[in-house]
C-alpha cells in the first residue's frame, strides 16, 4: 500500500501551469524577421525541433519534487495473530459394549470417532490429544497441533486394542497427566464412556479430585439409550446375531467427577444428541484470540527527488552548451 504523508502538498503542482503562462507573458515581442526554418525548402535542423527540451526537462523535475515533497511512502501489512490456546484431551472408552447399535448409523465407537473428528476440524490453535482405554488406558496421540495426524490416529483407534473391562478412574488420571504438562492457560479433559468403572485401581472420584487440584476441567458424556439396546453376537455357526443388552452408563459418578471438576456432565442417546453435546462443549471452550496490525512504511521521495535533480542538471548543461542563447 501507498500512501501521502503530506497530500497538501500537491496543490504546488498547479503552480507549473501558472509558470508556463507567467513565462509566456514575459516573453519579450520578437523582431519580424523570417527565421531560416519559415524559408521554403529549408529543413529544420535538430536543434530546432529541440528548442524546447530544457523547459520541459524544468518543468518535468519540478512536478517531481512537488510530488517527493509530499512524501510518498510504501508500506508493508503484517499481521500478528496472538492466540492462548487450550488444551485438550479427548478420552474415548473402546470396550465391548461400545459395539451396541443403538447411534446410527453405526455402532457407539464408530459415531463417538466421528463426531470427535468433527469437534478436532472446528479447533484452531488448540492443542488436542487423545487418551483411548478400556481395562486399561493409554495415549494414542499427545498434545498437538497436526490435527491431520490426530484424525488419521483417530481413524485406527478399534475394538480389542486393549482388553475389555472398563476402567474411567485410570483413563481420566493418563488424561490429566497429559493436559497438565501442556503450555495452554486452559485445560480441559472431555471424556466419553458408555458404562461404568469396573477395572484399573484408581477410583474415578480420586482421579475427579486430582484433575481439581491441578487446575483441570472435565467434561463427561455418557453415550447409550435408556434401558435396553442392540448388542452384536458373532456366532461361529449362526453368523451375526443381536441380542438385547441394558444401558450401564454410570450417571451419578460421571456427573459428580463434572461437576468436581468444574465441567458439566451430559448424556447421549443418539447421534444427533452427541453431536449436539459436542457443539455445546466448543462454544463453552472458545479460544481468545487476539489480532495486531502493523504497517511498515518506507520512504520513496528519494527515487523522486533523484531524477529530478538528474532532469535539473541535465536542464542546465544543455542550456549552457547546446541551447546557449547568445543575447
Given at each position: 500500500?501507498?500512501?501521502?504523508?503530506?497530500?497538501?502538498?500537491?496543490?504546488g503542482?498547479?503552480?507549473?501551469?501558472a509558470?508556463?503562462l507567467?513565462?509566456?507573458r514575459?516573453?519579450p515581442?520578437?523582431l519580424p524577421?523570417p527565421a531560416?526554418?519559415?524559408?521554403?525548402?529549408m529543413p529544420?535542423?535538430?536543434r530546432?525541433?529541440l528548442?524546447?527540451?530544457?523547459?520541459?526537462l524544468?518543468?518535468v523535475?519540478?512536478?517531481?519534487l512537488?510530488?517527493?515533497?509530499?512524501r510518498?511512502?510504501?508500506?508493508?501489512?503484517e499481521?500478528?495473530?496472538i492466540?492462548?490456546g487450550?488444551d485438550?484431551?479427548l478420552?474415548l472408552?473402546?470396550?465391548?459394549?461400545m459395539?451396541?447399535?443403538d447411534?446410527k448409523?453405526?455402532?457407539?465407537?464408530?459415531v463417538?470417532?466421528?463426531?470427535a473428528?468433527?469437534?478436532i476440524?472446528?479447533?484452531?490453535g488448540?492443542?488436542?490429544?487423545?487418551?483411548?482405554?478400556?481395562?486399561r488406558s493409554?495415549t494414542?496421540?499427545p498434545?498437538?497441533?497436526?490435527y491431520p495426524?490426530?484424525?488419521?490416529?483417530?481413524?485406527?483407534?478399534d475394538?480389542?486394542?486393549?482388553?475389555?473391562?472398563?476402567?474411567?478412574?485410570?483413563?481420566?488420571a493418563?488424561?490429566t497427566?497429559?493436559?497438565r504438562g501442556?503450555?495452554?492457560?486452559?485445560?480441559?479433559?472431555?471424556l466419553l464412556?458408555?458404562?461404568?468403572?469396573?477395572?484399573g485401581?484408581?477410583d474415578?472420584?480420586?482421579s475427579?479430585?486430582?484433575?481439581?487440584?491441578?487446575?483441570?476441567?472435565?467434561?463427561t458424556?455418557?453415550?447409550g439409550?435408556?434401558?435396553?439396546?442392540?448388542y452384536?453376537v458373532?456366532d461361529?455357526?449362526?453368523?451375526r446375531?443381536y441380542?438385547r443388552?441394558?444401558?450401564?452408563?454410570?450417571?451419578?459418578?460421571?456427573?459428580?467427577?463434572?461437576?468436581?471438576t468444574g465441567?458439566?456432565y451430559f448424556?447421549a442417546?443418539d447421534?444427533?444428541a452427541?453431536a449436539?453435546?459436542?457443539?455445546?462443549?466448543d462454544?463453552?471452550e472458545?479460544?481468545?484470540v487476539?489480532?495486531?496490525?502493523?504497517?511498515?512504511?518506507?520512504?520513496?521521495?528519494a527515487m523522486?527527488a533523484?531524477?529530478?535533480?538528474?532532469l535539473?542538471l541535465?536542464?542546465?548543461?544543455?542550456g549552457?552548451?547546446?541551447?546557449?542563447?547568445v543575447?
Amino acid at each position: 500500500m501507498i500512501r501521502l504523508l503530506y497530500p497538501w502538498v500537491l496543490a504546488g503542482l498547479l503552480l507549473i501551469p501558472a509558470l508556463i503562462l507567467w513565462r509566456r507573458r514575459r516573453r519579450p515581442p520578437a523582431l519580424p524577421l523570417p527565421a531560416l526554418a519559415d524559408v521554403p525548402g529549408m529543413p529544420r535542423t535538430l536543434r530546432a525541433r529541440l528548442a524546447g527540451l530544457p523547459s520541459v526537462l524544468r518543468l518535468v523535475a519540478l512536478g517531481l519534487l512537488v510530488v517527493a515533497l509530499a512524501r510518498p511512502q510504501s508500506g508493508e501489512r503484517e499481521i500478528q495473530v496472538i492466540s492462548e490456546g487450550i488444551d485438550i484431551m479427548l478420552v474415548l472408552d473402546t470396550s465391548g459394549s461400545m459395539k451396541a447399535e443403538d447411534f446410527k448409523p453405526n455402532n457407539r465407537l464408530y459415531v463417538a470417532k466421528e463426531v470427535a473428528k468433527q469437534f478436532i476440524s472446528g479447533r484452531t490453535g488448540d492443542r488436542i490429544g487423545l487418551v483411548v482405554f478400556s481395562a486399561r488406558s493409554f495415549t494414542q496421540c499427545p498434545l498437538t497441533t497436526d490435527y491431520p495426524v490426530l484424525l488419521n490416529l483417530i481413524d485406527h483407534v478399534d475394538f480389542g486394542m486393549i482388553e475389555d473391562g472398563t476402567a474411567i478412574g485410570l483413563a481420566l488420571a493418563n488424561a490429566t497427566g497429559r493436559v497438565r504438562g501442556g503450555p495452554g492457560k486452559s485445560k480441559v479433559v472431555i471424556l466419553l464412556t458408555d458404562g461404568r468403572n469396573n477395572a484399573g485401581n484408581i477410583d474415578p472420584l480420586t482421579s475427579a479430585d486430582a484433575a481439581q487440584a491441578l487446575g483441570v476441567r472435565v467434561y463427561t458424556i455418557g453415550a447409550g439409550v435408556e434401558g435396553e439396546a442392540l448388542y452384536p453376537v458373532d456366532d461361529p455357526v449362526f453368523g451375526r446375531r443381536y441380542v438385547r443388552m441394558p444401558s450401564q452408563v454410570d450417571d451419578e459418578t460421571l456427573g459428580e467427577i463434572a461437576r468436581r471438576t468444574g465441567g458439566l456432565y451430559f448424556r447421549a442417546t443418539d447421534s444427533e444428541a452427541l453431536a449436539r453435546i459436542y457443539r455445546k462443549i466448543d462454544d463453552l471452550e472458545k479460544t481468545k484470540v487476539e489480532t495486531r496490525e502493523y504497517v511498515r512504511y518506507s520512504e520513496l521521495g528519494a527515487m523522486l527527488a533523484i531524477p529530478a535533480l538528474i532532469l535539473l542538471l541535465a536542464e542546465i548543461a544543455l542550456g549552457a552548451t547546446v541551447f546557449l542563447k547568445v543575447p
